[in-house]
């Protein structure tokens, strides 16, 4: 089973989201914070890890570069998810090193592609 | 025919003339006697009769009202007389409150064969206006800020509860569909559609309104075009089916790259392709990629998105592109969205440089063209040896600049003519890149956007200014100006920051000003320390220090004296400030190749910097008409740089 790391401050947003990856057969742990986030990126190892942008103690483009600067974590894809859907914001993202970028709300279809496509290109 | 007036009635005429005039009159002769004036004169400035009568002179008056409290406590009379005696024999005028309000402008005009004279008007009123207007021109700014900040707080604020819907309604969905629940699945999704159309209409009106404020910035990246369409098949191959449509793509493998803004293409794609998909039932979507060449050689890519739906007549497709209108108005009830997305890809192309069309009839399905070109220079690229090697012979072959701007196409217009030229370009889009590019391999000269995302120009001028490996290079401030100040460069290419450091005053005299020996430094400050540091500084770089105490002086030494190779000038004086000495001087001709260096307390406010980039930083329009000015002042730059280095290295 393919391992998600759900990085979410918003607890409405974490509750949706890890049921809705769960349903779609993911096994999903979660981080509250970009300084869990790291911590767990590299004690879980994910497959993959979506990563809400703002997110307290460390936000989530701080989060990124880390977790992209550590060689024990840096072959992790990384998909940023942000309620800001401008397009400075996706420039902004990738610039931290994520490898794919979409928007809150989630279309889980959507979503499940981009991971899909991420994942294909392992 | 005139009759010739007698001495008598000419005398007569003029006193009824200055009796009745709306301004205070006062006449002095050549020994700064006073020897007439009229009622308006003793009204407004309260002269008693017993001063009056007597054989005043212009001294005696300014020391009655000094002594009465005229200027302010704590004045030091001697000196404002003697800032006042200093420019008699020019023409000049300034404003002046008097003790009791009353907003005074005073003007005094030598007279020919000796004395002067003074004209006194009460501009009070006008004043008010004045400042009712500035205040009505803020306050309009800062409703607007407020509404640009509020439509950002607010988008983010709608989503979270939006969020909340969509997604709790869709996982009930999932579950109602689990239990084979028919009724409520429809009512859940019927919820969730809903939530979307409205999270569609927020993005779209969002979008809207920051091209509408001009704030929607262009991001340009060399893009690989086969993986660009592959990830907007995968956003609209739902949509795509849901109608049951089948979508074709025509996408040559060999099609390669275009250097445009992903984002924003992949958004009108995805707008086009959704919209047929939404209009087309049971037929197909077309995606079709094709390069072209357009008449003046340049690579263009071309999209076409066709469907085999209803198509549109004429008058619809007249309405197109105009925000919040579909076909008809019975569009939005049948077939949803928002009406905004062809307006937005409309805005998108344009701001790509790109054109779209249309071409449709009834029933024959439609098919929207958009047309991009592969545009050059604007990516952060850092290919610094490859440009070097490139450049081009020509006159400025060996001058390098560095054009740092986040506009494309600034980096178009600039690398189209400079590169002409024969001007080495490097290019860089943000601050930070022109930072790392200059650090490894200074440029001659640097033209630096004001406005920049991140670190705006004047910061980066500030770091550059404080690095020595930096501070040497000329910097041209690249700003957008109105019509009105089109035509006006006056060429300051510094600006200091106080306190001042000497050894870069000197550098900077040194690369400013001609290395000639009797050039002279005007030196515009109202602190006297200040005023004789730099004029020691100046004199200790073999030229001749003169000195103004605020602007009204400068511009009286101005009128009487060979324009200076440089102006110091201070922005914080009294009378006319630095701010309003850069407005009247530009009604000096001989003053327009004359540099002046801001001498400046470190912080300026925004209104002061979007002021001075207006003004006194070399202006220049991105519209691209005044690119001949953009040439002379580079070539005139550089040949200061060279000449200073020369003169460094001797």
Known sequence: MMKVLLVEDNEMNRDMLSRRLARNGYEVVMAVDGQQAIAMAGSESPDIILMDMSLPVIDGWEATRRVKADPATKAIPVIALTAHAMAEDEKKARDAGCDDFDTKPVDIQRLIGKINALMDGK | MKRQLSSKEEHAFLRATIDNMQQGVALYDADHKLVTWNERFVEYLEMPEEFLGTDRTFSDY?????????????????????KRLAVLGTSHSFERTRPDGMVMEVRRDPVPGG??????????????????????????ESANKVKSSFL???????????????????????DAQDRGDKAALGDLEKISAAGK?????????????????????VYLERLDLPKTIGDVKTIVDPMIAKNGNRLIIECPPDIGTLNTDLTKLKQCLINLLSNAAKFTKQGTVLLRLSRHTSEDGRDLVRFDVGDSGMGMTPEQVGRLFQAFTQADSSTTRNFGGTGLGLTITKHFVTMLGGTIDVVSAPGKGTTFSIVLPDREGGEGKTSLADDLGLAPEGVASSITVLIVDDDPAVHDVLSA??????????HARDGAEALSIMRKSPPDIV??????????????????????????????????????????????????????DRTRLTALLRKLAPAKEDSTVLIVDDDADVRELVANTVRGAGMTPAQAANGREALGWLSNHQPPALVLLDLMMPEVDGFAFLEKVREFDSMKDVP??????????????????????????????????????????????????AKAGQ
């Not at chain 2, 033209?447 to 705006?456: A, E, H, R, S, Y």
């Open chain 2, 115 to 140: 004395g002067f004279i003074a004209i006194y008007a009460d501009i009070t009123e006008r004043k008010k206006q004045e400042l009712a207007l500035r205040k009505a021109m803020e306050d309009a």
């Open chain 2, 62 to 82: 300014i020391r009655y009202l000094g002594a009465r409290g005229e200027f302010g406590d704590n004045i030091d009379i001697e000196k404002e007389l003697a």
């Open chain 2, 417 to 426: 003519t400079l590169g002409r030229e024969g001007y080495v370009l490097l």
């Open chain 2, 596 to 645: 002046v260096v801001v001498l400046t307390a470190k912080d300026l406010t925004d209104e002061e910097r979007a002021f001075l980039a207006e003004r006194t930083l070399l202006v220049l329009s991105k519209s691209g008409q005044p690119i001949g000015t953009l040439g002379a002042a580079l070539s005139a730059l550089a040949h200061r740089h060279h000449a200073g280095a």
């Open chain 2, 197 to 217: 159309h409205l999270l569609g209409l927020i993005n779209e009106i969002l979008d809207l309104s920051k091209i509408e404020a001009g704030k929607m910035e």
């Open chain 2, 447 to 500: 033209t630096l956007d004001v406005q920049m995302p991140k670190i705006d120009g004047w910061s980066v001028l500030g770091i550059m200014k404080s690095e020595p490996a930096l501070e040497h290079i000329p910097v041209i401030m690249l700003t957008i100006v109105d019509d009105r100040n089109l035509g006006f460069s006056l060429g300051a290419s510094e600006f200091m920051t106080k306190p001042i």
């Open chain 2, 152 to 174: 950002a707080n607010m988008s983010h604020e709608l989503r979270t509860p939006l969020n909340a819907i969509i997604g709790y309604s869709e996982l009930l969905a999932e």
